[in-house]
């Protein structure tokens, strides 16, 4: 049930939502809202141990309980030809050798490498039975000593997870150029640097991970209702790894998305499992993720530990900067991380600076933790929070204010070719830093901060300048820098022949509203009112080629889009002057309407769309009947929203407790589809990052690598009572490497919040750093040693 | 299996169901109520809520059997008919709402907070909210929309 309003919409306005009607009335369709004829349920025996050998996997007592139809064990798909999963990115080392890439099965098989990694599975006539014998599934395990920390596992004497890999480096990869580096550092006038983590968090979309999969033996092929940001891609993925004959022969479903945040991206050993226990007993298996599961084994973000200097003249000029960090792959190589950490994350650390020399070295690190991907920002949030805390030390460096410190070095003539690959299309840094401080009313924080005190409380304010790369492309590009995959989209549009129309794109929404923001546009395009435009997205039966929503790529999709109303309009305008007897060019479109100065004769959207189905009215040899268009959008640049975040929080030096009294942000997106809807994205992008500063933490002990943060009770999600009100501004300048303007905006909020607030945190406290997320405790221990010192 | 009757949305439903099913599973599974959502394992995310003789209760901190003398209302009995609950329109009106997947129990659980407090405040509609999480909005939409619903409900809007 969508309703969507019966007049026209214009791209750029806050229309209310069409999805919304369905999800508040309960009428929302998620995967595990499916039960299909005959279904099973699924439930893994999971690895309680972070490293050890497989001895042996005693199935029998399970096999023999109440519901069980099949027990899948590692060796029985190894046996069956599954493929393992893929890496979706090709890295080289610094010396020329490819990324070292574990293999990585569905089930486990000679060990286990993580804490909840799946060693076997039970499909069972109901969950409760798929459950209950999971339990009784009996696995002898040898433990083996376990590495969590980074620098412990390169160490020369660490425990190895894979036999091939030695001291568990994937690679150690390389960056911009080092001797310009060198020679920058050599003429400085001052230097800055850092130690930093950044800290590994997870994900939590609200809905689990959820497959439920149906083979059909008559004709060899499967259908897969998938929770997932990517259904199409996953298509070709799932035929390729399950050996199934073509695309034809599998069917991908993603309904209803409860949230992605990037963990629904990566393909899954999970996922992988199920569908391939639906082949083997011929039934359709169901597999839900509890959210204990979700903890263990959803793709975790972040986890770096960096070293980095930066090189400054005597005027606080940022002349180079110098990275080193060790980021944190857990047990396996998941699908994207090599791109997260190298392309998606170095070439960003600059950050909308004008830094002559850059380079960074990453080095890719195997523990015994859950494997990490992309996450919200996915490698940007890192940079920013590098460069944003470097900032603040150049200016507490230079003894200037930290708003000056930027305004010094900031990026003002557009295009920009950075040290570091990238060249920014176009952007407004210094107006963005003007409207944020407005906002913030930053000239009036001091009085504020005395204020606070007199009432015993240490306020701060933080500053975070960011700029990030969205909607990659183009995928010429993107493969020789190690790509696997295509990052183009495509939208077809069929018009019917009453004028109603279908939007559909291989991009999927898991929260974004594309259901609205493509019917705005199309709207605007044909002047027709937004209920008679439906958008078809998830269904690899009505939509062949897409790859997906992750990387705040929305400006892809409807770039697509608005080629293709573009398409059609054009195709119209040929069919009316067939009808006026007139030449194409003396027809003109506007609202809904063509209409002809040569002989004052119009013709509506709808009776275009009629004749062109009609075909009586044009010679069928020279112009097709129908009025369908399709455009494969391939982006020519990565696009660059940038904003400024500032960020004004209280702590009470009694209890180490902080609170976000004030966040104010200026966003440039470029063109804003749908503010309603755009600000959504970064109030939920801000309160993830303020999550990351604060509260949330993956931890893993140290010894056992046990998750000790494996539930909502243990990981700190922001709630509703910790968060204050947000301020937003846009401060556009649209980008003109897609037709539409547009930049993205999805993840920004995670992007600029997280140095924002440990910039004002820094500040409160008159510290240089403090890593995340700045809990309680920390805080409270430096007060203590203050007052006690006093 | 243990043969009950719910009472759900104003129907009566004789059902069969374990012993230790819980109510969210029943309204799921066997009743194909599929509104209230399972976002957790140790009742702290909200996404099951249903209400139980007016009150906003987790429903899967709640034994189906335990539910048996009680009426239940779900998120699809919200609505009557076409005509959306304030709470509900206020949702839609404000934003108050992304990927959908939390919606359902913040919904009928602002319908509980607007209750007990017909006029609440921000710091009040925030502390109430505690226990229902959302992953997507940053709540800052939400409390808008639970102050709207509200007033709303209040017939004041």
Known sequence: MNVAPSTTAKFGQSVKRVEDSRLITGNGRYVDDLLLPGQTYAAFVRSAHAHARIASIDTSSAAQMPGVVRILTGQDLVDAGLAPLPCGWNLDSVDGTPARVAVHRALATDAVRFVGEPVALVIAETRNQARDAADAVFVNYEELPTVVDLRAAIAPDAPQLHADIPQNRAFTWGIGDAAQVDAAFARASHKVGIELRNNRLVPNAMEPRAINAEWRTFDRSMTIHLTHQNPIGMRVMFMMLLGLESENHLRVVSPDVGGGFGSKAPAYPEELAVAFAARAVGRPVKWTAERTESFLTDAHGRDHITTAELALDDQGHFLAIRVHTLANFGAYVSTSNALVVSYMYATMLTGQYNIPAAHALVEGIYTNTCPVDAYRGAGRPEAAYLIERLANLAAQEIGVDQAEIRRRNFIRTFPHQTPLVYCYDSGDYEGCLDAALRLADYAGFESRRAEARARGKLRGIGLSAYVEACGIGPSRLLASLGGAGSMWESCEIRVQPAGSVEVLTGAHNHGQGHQTVYAQLVSERFGIPMDRITVIQGDTDRIQAGTGTYGSRASVGLSAAARSCDKIISKGREIVACMLGVEPDQVDFEDGIYSSAATNQTVAFAEMAHAAHAAASFPTDRIEPGLVATTFFDPPNFTYPAGVHVCEVEIDPETGVTEVVAFNAADDFGTVANPMIVEGQVHGGVTQGIGQALWENAVYDPETAQLLTASYMDYGMPRADSLPEFGLTFWPSPTPVNPLGMKGCGEAGAIGSPPAVINAVCDALGIAHMDMPASPEKIWRICRQRSEMA | ?157
């Open chain 2, 1 to 157: 299996m243990t043969a009950i009757t719910l009472n759900v949305n104003g129907a009566s439903h004789a059902i069969d169901v374990e012993d230790r099913t819980l109510l969210v599973h029943a309204l799921r599974d066997t009743l194909r109520l599929t509104g209230a959502h399972i976002g957790c394992d140790t009742s702290q995310c909200g996404a099951c809520t249903v209400h139980i003789d007016g009150r906003a209760v987790k429903s899967c901190t709640v034994l189906a059997a335990q539910a048996v003398d009680s009426e239940i209302r779900t998120i699809e009995g919200l609505a009557k008919g076409a005509d959306l609950h304030p709470m509900q329109a206020a949702f839609r009106e404000h934003h108050g709402l992304q990927c959908g997947f939390c919606t359902p129990g913040m919904i009928m659980m602002a319908v509980d907070i607007a209750r007990r407090h017909p006029r609440p405040d921000d710091a009040t509609v925030r502390a109430e909210l505690e226990g229902n999480l959302c992953r997507c909005t940053g709540y800052h939409n939400i409390v808008k929309a639970v102050i709207a619903g509200a007033a709303a409900m209040e017939g004041l809007a």
